[in-house]
T-cell receptor
Framework: DAKTTQPTSMDCAEGRAANLPCNHSTISGNEYVYWYRQIHSQGPQYIIHGLKNNETNEMASLIITEDRKSSTLILPHATLRDTAVYYCIVRVGDDKIIFGKGTRLHILP | NAGVMQNPRHLVRRRGQEARLRCSPMKGHSHVYWYRQLPEEGLKFMVYLQKENIIDESGMPKERFSAEFPKEGPSILRIQQVVRGDSAAYFC????????????FGPGTRLTVT
């Protein structure tokens, strides 16, 4: 079973920031938080990962709470092409990815 | 820098035939993972390989399925005597030896069994 809990679906207006929450209350000290997305049955796309600190790259920002029990993925200026299923995953080392149901994000024009 | 490559992208097989799916990892990556996505379902782990070794095959069906990642060449997922229930998208991912071992996925092979 996936170790994370995410809302089933969310809507966001185009051009606004999309904030996707994830709970991982049983995370271990050496487990990373990863975010992937899958756009309409394409291959999953890696977005970002973090361990303790907040992270930012060209796609998104990842905010991890101090106790590491939850995190938020932020897409700063959502576009229609960001419509996808977003997966929050916790994992250690080279272990397999266990995908949950993710959050279906709809970007509204 | 080329990403993970999979071929063929689409494969049609009749029941009882063999399906061979190939995956070329990203340059410099030595870890390969295979996942399957049945229609309208989530992604499920099948097998994790490093060069010439199967590390974790806990998600692989016990019969008809096999995987290899030889010293030279792509990783191969082989399905013998395919049945209609094998129709799915098969995704390969690769990772390098970084601290987080982040995986990068290929575009997938869509197998249809008729």
């Amino acid at each position: 079973d996936a170790k994370t809990t995410q809302p089933t679906s969310m809507d966001c207006a185009e051009g606004r920031a999309a904030n996707l929450p994830c709970n991982h209350s049983t995370i271990s000290g050496n487990e990373y938080v990863y975010w992937y997305r899958q756009i309409h049955s394409q291959g999953p796309q890696y977005i970002i990962h973090g361990l303790k600190n907040n992270e930012t790259n060209e796609m998104a920002s990842l905010i991890i709470t101090e106790d590491r029990k939850s995190s938020t993925l932020i897409l700063p200026h959502a576009t229609l092409r960001d419509t996808a299923v977003y997966y929050c995953i916790v994992r250690v080392g080279d272990d397999k990815i266990i995908f949950g149901k993710g959050t279906r994000l709809h970007i509204l024009p | 820098n080329a990403g993970v490559m999979q071929n063929p992208r689409h494969l049609v097989r009749r029941r009882g035939q063999e399906a061979r799916l190939r995956c070329s990892p990203m340059k410099g990556h030595s870890h390969v993972y295979w996942y399957r996505q049945l229609p309208e379902e989530g992604l499920k782990f099948m097998v994790y390989l490093q060069k010439e070794n199967i590390i974790d095959e806990s998600g692989m069906p016990k019969e008809r399925f096999s995987a290899e990642f030889p010293k030279e060449g792509p990783s191969i997922l082989r399905i013998q005597q395919v049945v209609r229930g094998d129709s799915a998208a098969y995704f390969c991912a690769s990772s390098g030896r970084t601290a987080a071992y982040e995986q990068y996925f290929g575009p997938g092979t869509r197998l249809t069994v008729t």
